[in-house]
């Protein structure tokens, strides 16, 4: 064989004779010249990864578990949150969830012979409905961040128009989400500011703007006045657009939709998915249930009928992607939903049941405003915000806040997460989460610790 024709990578089959004929069509001149369009050069790693030999099995195990070892998070106490909350998960949820009938089948590629997958998609749906307060809810997304700029699309359908705007409240890492999908569409997500309570100021709106989103709890754990927003948008013809990235809250809080939200989105880690380096998420969307409604709706939609002898099954109602419907008529691309996560929160959200829903979401915000009270004792630091809140909220340090929370790391407390991570120049202020997982004297520690004495 020769060279040109050769492949040098186990996995990779092109030959550099086929690299170069496929480089030479789109007119590029070199692999890195292809990327060097989308990577700027500062950031382009410019040699080889610097990767240790192979190992066999037997030492690549042991490897993982000392790298497993060194984990922050493993046996400390921990406040974080910023969007992603930790929460108890029994124990019934993961034996079920791996039955090969579960983990093996979870999305309904043929989905008339998939009715246990779609019976599970559809209660998840219901379940969304309710926890969201609104009448029409998709089979899920891939995770907060992708709903939210894909409920930013469906009101630009609906409602014809390009403006959006975005509380400052909104999660920073959503909003980067939703302005990379509409940069392709010439159009900018711009700003609403926060007032001195934390919660957002939206005036009247002008004519132009499609879609107004805010979230709640919002980024700073402040809880919004959602119907006011509700009214300032539709006075204007906009629709209102809810983000929650802490669904159990809604055990206290009425939902969304009860108070005027027009598209309900959410990220679902605190249904029964363990916080995991960034993923799986599992994406929450639902909706007002109407005709323009059903058919703008991204994702897949199951529905319930009976067939010819009157017995309850189930159907694929919608699938809105390419690969089911002509392409210009598609309003999502998102390929599959989060089957398998899904039916981890229906098992969780069964377990728990509407009380137990609500019990966690009280002792989460129980627990928040002891550990808020007690910070707002500390000499030196104080509580920016003065609206009301879930159990999340923010703190001002009277020193760098990234140092203060390193030295608490040293003595076994994750004691939040440093707003300087989001903006450089916010470097006192960081966010503190609690939830019902937190006992009274991990928050007696950690305010020991911010005092500067032992608990």
Request: glycine share 10%; proline share 6%.
């Amino acid at each position: 064989m020769s060279a040109e024709n050769r492949s040098y990578h186990r996995y990779l089959p092109h030959t550099d004779a086929d690299v170069g004929r496929m480089l030479e069509v789109i007119g590029s001149r070199s692999i890195a010249d292809l990327f060097a369009q989308l990577i700027p050069p500062p950031l382009a790693l410019g040699r080889k990864l610097d990767l240790p030999p192979p190992l066999d099995e037997a030492s690549l195990l042991d490897h993982l578990q000392e790298l497993a070892r060194t984990n922050a998070v493993c046996g400390r106490t921990s406040f974080l949150g910023a969007g992603v909350h930790p929460h108890a998960i029994q124990s019934a949820v993961d034996m079920l969830i791996q039955r090969s009938e579960f983990y093996t089948s979870y999305t309904p590629y043929q989905p008339e012979i998939s009715q246990g997958t779609l019976q599970v998609i559809f209660e998840f749906q219901t379940m969304v409905s309710e926890l969201l307060g609104l009448g029409l809810a998709n089979a899920s997304m891939y995770d907060g961040s992708t709903a939210t700029a894909e409920a930013v699309l469906m009101a630009r359908r609906l409602t014809g128009r390009k403006r959006a705007l975005a509380s400052l409240g909104v999660h920073p890492e959503y909003r980067r989400v939703v302005s990379t999908y509409l940069a392709g569409l010439d159009a900018q997500l711009e700003p609403l500011a926060l007032g001195r309570d934390g919660r957002t100021e939206a005036g009247p709106l002008a004519s132009d703007v499609g879609c107004l989103v805010v979230q709640v709890p919002n980024f700073f754990g402040v809880v919004e006045d959602i119907r006011a927003l509700a009214q300032a948008a539709h006075a204007a013809g906009a629709l209102l657009l809810a983000v929650t990235t802490e669904p159990l809250a809604f055990g206290l809080l009425a939902p969304p939709g009860a108070l005027g939200a027009d598209i309900a989105v959410g990220e679902g880690i605190g249904l029964a998915i363990p916080p995991s380096l960034g993923g799986p998420g599992l994406g929450l969307f639902a909706s007002r249930d109407e005709p323009d409604f059903r058919k703008a709706l991204p994702g897949r939609l199951v529905g319930e009928t009976v067939d010819r002898r009157g017995r309850r099954g189930y159907v694929l109602t919608l699938a809105t992607r390419e690969q089911h419907i002509r392409r210009e008529k598609a309003t999502s691309n998102i390929c599959t939903n989060q089957g398998l996560m899904a039916l981890a929160s229906n098992i969780h959200m069964s377990l728990l049941g509407k009380e137990g829903l609500r019990e966690v979401a009280r002792q989460s915000h129980a627990k928040a405003e002891y550990l808020k009270g007690e910070i707002a004792k500390v000499r030196g630091y104080r509580l920016p915000y003065s609206g009301p809140t879930f159990n999340e909220f923010l703190v001002e340090a009277p020193e760098d806040a990234s140092g203060l929370l390193a030295r608490l790391a040293t003595r076994g407390i994750l004691g939040g997460v440093p707003l300087s991570r989001f903006d450089a120049a916010d470097r006192r202020r960081f966010l503190v989460a609690v939830t019902e997982m937190n006992e009274r004297t991990e928050m007696d520690r950690l305010v020991a610790a911010l005092a500067g004495r032992d608990a």
